[in-house]
Structure formats: C-alpha cells, structure tokens
C-alpha cells in the first residue's frame, strides 16, 4: 500500500509542506516508523523527536491529520486514511520542522 | 563561544543524573545538567516494574545481607561483594527519599510498601508504582529540580567531548542542538550518568537516545571501561517491536509457555522456573527457540507465549496497566484471553565507564581521573558482576547518583574552573564538526553504517557467542570504522541537525561496539549473560576476574583486573 506523508517543516515564519510517499505492507504500523522510514529511506533532514517509543515520554507529540497526538501510539490503521498530514504542536515556537520549544 | 562556569556539570537527566544533580545541590554545589533529552524523557522514564530495596526486613525475613548475596550470586560471582553491600544498605534510604518528593509508591494496606518478588531475589523486596514506576520516579524528580535555583538544566546539548588533562577532569564540550553551537561547560568536578547503549543492537528495549556513544567519548579521554562483554537480554520483549513487557508480569505470577502449550522453564530452572535470573530465562527461549519449541512471527522471529490467563483480572488492571496497554497496542493482543508474543531483546549494559566503589572514574591503571565520577548504567562500580538482578537497576542509579552528587559537590568546594581549557576544547570541537560538515563526497548513510552495526553486534555479541562468530563481527566493524570517514551529511544546518548527531553518536558507539565484541571473543567460558557454545562451564581458574577496555594509540586495548571477593566464595549457580 502506498502511503502518502504531508509534513509541516521549516522554521517559524517560513514553513512549507513537503509531501514523502511510503510502500507499507502491514497498516499497524505506527506514524512514528513512518516518519522513521522517511529518514531513514528519503529525508535525513526531517527533524523530529522520538525517545522511548512506547507511549511513555511524550516525545513525539505532533499533530497528526488535524489532532495532536503520539505518533509511536498512532497506527495507520487508527487513521483510516492512507493519507497523513502532520505538524508540529500548535501555538509553540518552532525550532525546525517537526521540533518545538 | 561560550563557556559556562559551574561548580558541577552533570552528564545526563535520568535517574542518576538527576540524583546527582540533587544531592550536589543539597550541599550548596552550583549544578550544570547537560543532557540530550527535553524534559524528563530520559530512558528512566520507560522503567516498568520497580526498585529493589530491603524496606521491610521484619515482614518478610529478609535482611541487607541476602539482598547482597542474592546480587552476588546473580551476578555469577563477578560481582564486587563490597559493591552490593552498598547497595543493599543505601537502596532503602533511596526508596524514602522518592518516596518524600512524591513517588506514589504501592502501598498496603496497613500502609507498608507493597512488595514484588524479582527473578534472582529470594524474597519479596521490590517497591513499585504499578507498573509505571520510572514514570513516577522521573516526573517527581524532574519537578523536585526544577524547584532548585543552583540547578540549570541544559537540555537537547549533546555532549560530544569530556575534557580531561593532567589526570584531571575540567568540563565538558556540547553541541546545542536548539541554537546549533557548541558550549563549553567549566567546572572542576563532574558526574557521567548517561545510561546505557541498547541502540547498537537491532532489538532492543531501550528508547532511541539509548545510543551509548560516551562509553566510547569517555575511552577517548583516557578512562577505561569495565566488563562491556555482559550485555542483558531480557527475557519479555514484545514481538516484533521489542517494548520491553516488565519482569513484574511473571512477578506477579505469569507463566511462559512454547507452542505445546508447556512451562518449559521447568527444565531449565524447576526451582525458580520464570522467575531464574534474566540470563537463565533468555537463553532457554533461545534455546526453545532451536529446538523448533517456538511460535513463529509473520516477521519471521522466533517467540514464546507469556501467558496471564489464569491471573485475577482485576488485579491485573490495578497492578500491570501497562501491560495491557502495550500489548494492545504493539501487538494487537488482549493478554486477558489470549497469549502475549515475547523474545529476548537487549535490555542492560552490566558494564560501563569503571569506577571503584564510591563511583569515582578510573583510568586503565585504577587511578582516579580526579574530579570525575560515573553513576548508573554507564557507570560500572562492579555492582551487577555478570548479570543484574532486575529492579537493581532503579536502585543502583539513586544510590551512586547520590553518593556521586555528594563528593562531587564537596570536591568541588574551593576549587575553581578552569575555564581557558575548554575553551580550548571547545575551539579543537568546533573545527572537527564544522570538518563533519563541510565534508563533500563519500556516498554512505549513517542511517546505513547504524543498521549493519545493529546486526553485526547481534552475530557476534549475541545471547549465544562463539569465537568464529565474534571474529567475524569484529571485522565487519573494522570496515565500518573505515566507512565511517565516507559518511555525509545532508542537512547542510547546524540547528537540530539530527544527522549531525548521529554521526557523532555512531564514532563512540563503534568504540563501544569494539570493547563489547573484544570480551565477547576473549573470554573464553560461561558466565551470566556472557554465553560462548564453545565454552560452556564457568571456569573460575582462569575467568574470575574483570576485563578492562581502553585506548592505546588510537586502538581499544585490554586487560584484566581481580574481582573484590570479601565475603562469599564462588559456588555452582542452580536456581
Ligand atoms: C523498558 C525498560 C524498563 C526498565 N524497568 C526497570 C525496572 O523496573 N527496574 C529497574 O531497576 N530497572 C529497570 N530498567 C533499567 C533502568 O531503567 C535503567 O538502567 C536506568 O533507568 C538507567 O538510568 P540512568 O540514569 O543511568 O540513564 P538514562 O535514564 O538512560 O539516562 C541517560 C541520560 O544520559 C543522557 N545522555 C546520554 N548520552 C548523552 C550525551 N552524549 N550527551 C548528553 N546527554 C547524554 C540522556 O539524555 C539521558 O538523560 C528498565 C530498562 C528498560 C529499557
Ligand atoms: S516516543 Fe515516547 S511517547 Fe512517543
């Protein structure tokens, strides 16, 4: 399945989508190995955070299709949509991309 | 460029950074937390199942002295018998300190703290807050610091560089990540707590940041690391993802079964069955695992059932939380009625930067690196020997944090700065990573040299290790080291340049990788986590000692040291 990545990146004041498309076998897969896979396949420039990977440590809250959520708690198939925007937390300075203060 | 000026500079805010920071503050110490993570989101946070301490020696017959013993014994007699005493002394004082600040500890109902029983622990004496308890140790502490004003938290600074001279330690160097320049921080005395390297391996329950580049930062800046050979599998990580499901599950009484439905520990440990040491637990999954005993994943690994199906389930709600929501969510199961999918994955560094037992860092010749301690799992006191005892881990890190935060703060009393020398360091920093950064050409991928590191660490320092197999793995790392030199960068910024840090993170980890596989191959027996096919009994004549790891014209060296036998002598390990 083909998964298409909308993401908010830039700094505060000059931020523009860039849009990354992923094949995905399995639809568990949580937003966080997405955005895993873009750096790791596509983007190394994508700045992001992520620590413990399981729900823990907040980390990785974002914005996700319009809710700000956890993205290692977040599966594709929670979405129901093969289609994802993401962002950065509302109302935070933006230090880059997907990182805030 | 700016230097920072401070009395203590602490390295890390987990745990045992935090306890540093804390008790150095207590005495009146100026403190510098420099850590990587924003927030209390440091490994510690992820801690499940609980602090092993001996709180209530008259509830259940248990005394300091057993709670060392059994440390001793788990630890398959490499441990450092004075080094467990310590811990089983202080670790209570510990439990009340958390529990002063906030830890909403479990407790009775005639108000004592509930207690769990641990793998290796021949009494109940594990304190916990469900099954969350970093959670709750980490977000007290973290709020108990921030109410310090001589406390100053420099958060998502990577630390790239200690500074040592003179067999002295005078500061450290940083690379902010948030304005993408380089701090120096001054201070004459400092606390090295930056946990432990799960990351260089494939599976892994360690969190991302888990990389363990300082044991190789703290190699280059003369001082040596201990016994990196004993790396712990733990016996429950989640298939496929490697989420660590806590110990306190079998604790609390659940059962491991293989794909006949049997408890098959029993042949492998009939006393203690799931509750053996983590050592004897992941090597008989293992061993399951070849024997064709295993469930097999539609990712291919190989895994064994952890079954609560026969617990009370209200009881399961109120104590492993957790639990449940893990396996939901990361493996799609309802552990109440049907079986959650487990493995081994990598869990604990038993080894680390060495220091004696008051914590203070050694270099290759047992000299104190004056002014410099080491706390937690980076450190290495030769508390866990060959194998740690689950929820030995939390307590240890409170311990040595605070034994560490106290003289580094009295250390410091009168001494100055020296602060001309790391701006020095800062200015040698800067032109290597600008270097990293102008650097054109070379067609390899950090993400790539990471990846191939992950499955050479888990060939040839595996669960189960064999001399062609470790040599073998030490090459593949040599040519990774060559490669290294290839890599480029492609975010051209400096602000969160997470490339930039990854870069830096794998030069320490392919140091670290280095020692891990060195003991792996060099060591020839059996001892706790340490597993060789072709070497299968423990053999005291020739092993019971340490291994030590340094460098020496640019290349990891070794050596060996005595084991601190005070108290109990060597004897079989049957559990
Ligand atoms: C999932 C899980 C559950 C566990 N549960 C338990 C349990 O129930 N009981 C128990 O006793 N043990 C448990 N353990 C083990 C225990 O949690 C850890 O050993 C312990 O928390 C380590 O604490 P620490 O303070 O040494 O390091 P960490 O908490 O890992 O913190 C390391 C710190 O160092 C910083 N750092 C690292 N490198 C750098 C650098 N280069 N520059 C700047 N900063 C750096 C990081 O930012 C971080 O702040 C568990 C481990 C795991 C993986
Ligand atoms: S990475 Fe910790 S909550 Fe997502």
């Known amino acids: 399945m083909k998964v298409k990545i909308h993401v908010r990146r830039g700094a505060a004041g000059r931020q523009y989508y860039q849009t990354y498309e992923v094949e995905v076998e399995d639809p568990r897969i949580t937003v966080l190995d997405l955005l895993i896979k873009v750096r790791e396949d596509l983007d190394g420039t994508l700045s992001m955070r992520y620590a413990c990977r399981m729900g823990v440590c ?7 299709n319009g809710v700000p959520r956890l993205a290692c708690a977040t599966k594709l198939s929670d979405l129901g949509t093969s289609e994802i925007f993401v962002g950065p937390l509302p109302n935070r300075n933006i230090i880059k991309d997907l990182v805030t203060d | 460029m700016e230097v920072l000026e401070y009395d203590v500079v602490v390295v890390g805010s987990g745990l045992a950074g935090l306890r540093a920071a804390v008790a150095a503050a207590l005495r009146g110490a100026a403190v510098a937390v420099v850590t990587k993570v924003a927030g209390p989101r440091s490994h510690s946070i992820s801690a499940e199942g609980g602090m092993a301490a001996v709180v209530h020696p008259n509830k259940t017959g248990d005394s300091y002295e057993l709670h060392a013993y059994d440390t001793v014994k788990g630890g398959d007699f490499l441990v450092d018998q004075e080094a467990a005493i310590t811990l089983a002394y202080e670790a209570p004082k510990e439990v009340h300190f958390l529990d002063s600040i906030g830890v909403p500890w479990n407790k009775d109902p005639d108000g004592t703290f509930s207690l769990r029983q641990f ?30 004003s001589n406390i100053h938290l420099y958060e998502e600074h990577l630390v790239t560089r200690l500074v040592v001279k003179g067999g002295a330690f005078h500061g450290v160097v940083a690379y902010d990540m948030r304005r993408g320049e380089l701090r120096g921080f001054a201070a004459p ?32 800046a003369g001082l040596a690391l201990r016994d990196m050979e004993f790396v712990q599998w733990h016996p429950t990580a989640l298939v496929p993802a490697g989420v660590l499901i806590s110990e306190a599950a079998r ?8 794909r006949h439905g049997e408890r098959f520990m029993k042949r492998y440990a009939p006393e203690r069955m799931e509750l053996a040491p983590r050592d004897v637990v992941s090597r008989a999954i293992y061993l399951e695992c070849l024997k064709g005993n295993g469930f097999v994943h539609e990712s291919g690994l190989c895994y064994v059932g952890l079954d609560i199906r026969h617990l009370d389930p209200e009881r399961v709600k109120q104590r492993l939380p957790l639990l449940l929501e893990l396996s939901k969510t990361y493996a799609g199961v309802n552990p109440l009625n049907e079986l959650i999918p487990v493995r081994p994955a990598v869990h604990y560094f038993m080894g680390g930067i060495m220091t004696d037992i008051e914590g203070r860092a050694l270099d290759r010749d047992g000299n104190w690196v004056r002014g410099l301690w080491a706390a937690g799992e980076a450190a290495s006191t030769g508390v866990h020997g060959a194998n740690r005892l689950g929820s030995n881990s939390l307590a240890e890190c409170a311990v040595w944090g605070r034994l560490a935060g106290e003289a580094a703060a009295a250390y410091a009393r009168g001494r100055r700065p020296a602060g001309e020398l790391v701006a020095e360091a800062v200015k040698a920093e800067e032109e290597r990573i600008n270097g990293l950064l102008r650097r054109e050409g070379g067609g390899e991928s950090v993400r790539g040299l990471l990846k191939e590191l992950q499955n050479l660490m888990e060939g040839g320092g ?30 051209g910024g400096r602000i969160y340049n997470m490339e930039l840090r990854e870069v830096l993170e794998l030069e320490g980890m392919l140091l670290a990788a280095e020692t891990v596989l060195l003991g792996a191959l060099l060591r020839q027996e059996s001892r706790g986590a340490h597993y060789r096919v072709d070497f299968q009994n423990r053999d005291d004549r020739r092993w019971l000692v340490h291994s030590v790891y340094f460098l020496y014209g640019g290349n990891v060296m070794t050596k060996q040291r005595p084991v601190n036998v005070t108290r109990w002598m060597p004897e079989a390990r049957r559990y």
């Not at chain 2, 604790?251 to 293989?258: D, K, R, S, T």
Request: charge should be positive; aromatic fraction near 10%; proline fraction near 1%.
């Open chain 2, 119 to 148: 793998g290796g622990m021949s009494k109940p004496r594990t304190v916990f807050a469900k099954d969350k308890t970093g959670f709750y140790i980490m977000s007290a502490i973290y709020k108990h610091v921030k109410g310090f």
């Open chain 2, 462 to 491: 595996g669960i189960v290790r064999s001399e062609r197999a470790s040599v073998e793995a030490l090459k593949k790392l040599t040519d990774l080291r060559g490669r290294l030199n290839n890599v480029r960068i492609s975010d």
């Open chain 2, 251 to 258: 604790a609390e009484g659940a059962y491991l079964v293989n």
């Open chain 1, 58 to 64: 907040g980390a990785c809250a974002m914005v996700i």
């Open chain 2, 189 to 220: 005395a400092g606390v090295v707590a930056t946990g432990g390297g799960g990351r260089m391996y494939r599976l892994t329950t360690m969190g991302f940041l888990n990389t363990g580049e300082m044991y190789g930062y703290a190699m280059r």
